[in-house]
């Protein structure tokens, strides 16, 4: 996720040094530079956790420039939509460089392909199979809302707390329950492992999308 300082540090790099940064990249009135190049595998970095060389971050600033410009000219609703909650978040000032804005217009609408997967086409089955892939899944469980602990049993394979999930996950909710003997049980999931899982969803979606995404990309960049 980006952050407020991380995006105000790029900011102040981008500021100090644009004057003198080299051109990488001309054409059809864009230009890209040293510094858009690297304020992009920075946030990049911090918004993935991966690392982008410097061609596969020209590609992406041209195809993320064209992408923006397209719906800013056939979609301006859409446009100004994200910008509105972009800046809820993080603050209008934050937003008026243009390479950090563009950045983050792309990743949100990035997610709304995530979100319409998450929302109309996530099923029980795709979560369970997400769930086997893990080696383990050890999970404490107990009677007294989660006071003492009874047990930690593995849960990875467990078609009560599977649903249990998957329920809690489209609703928003955390109370994850299953049976045992009878006698209901209350899962104990904390921030943490609550991420882990929520993150291998994420990424199982961004996988299922990502055909879908690069063909809406590559068809608003046409020439």
């Not at 410009?69 to 809820?88: A, G, M, T």
Request: proline share 1%; net charge negative.
């Amino acid at each position: 996720m980006v952050t407020k300082k991380l995006i105000i540090i790029f900011i102040c790099v981008f500021l100090y040094h644009h004057s003198y940064s080299n051109v990488l990249y001309e054409k059809d009135n864009l230009i890209i530079t040293e510094v858009d190049v690297d304020v992009y595998q920075k946030l990049y970095k911090d918004n993935y956790n991966l690392e982008i060389n410097k061609a596969n971050s020209i590609r992406d600033l041209v195809l993320i420039n064209n992408v923006i410009l397209y719906l800013e000219v056939n979609n301006p609703d859409f446009i100004n939509k994200i910008d509105s909650e972009l800046s809820l978040r993080f603050g209008q000032n934050l937003l008026k460089e243009n390479g950090t804005r563009n950045f983050l217009r792309f990743s949100r609408i990035r997610d709304e392909f995530i979100i319409n997967y998450f929302q109309n086409k996530l099923n029980l089955n795709e979560v369970s199979n997400i769930f086997n892939q893990l080696d383990s899944l050890d999970l404490p469980i107990s009677i007294d809302n989660c006071f003492i602990i009874k047990e930690i049993l593995d849960l990875k394979n467990n078609e009560e707390f599977i649903e249990s999930f998957f329920n809690n996950l489209k609703k928003n909710t955390r109370e994850f329950e299953i049976t045992i003997n009878k006698t209901k049980f209350k899962v104990c999931i904390n921030e943490t492992s609550y991420n882990t899982i929520e993150k291998l969803v994420v990424e199982y979606i961004q996988i299922k999308t990502a055909e879908e995404f690069e063909t809406f990309v590559y068809e608003k960049t046409k020439n």
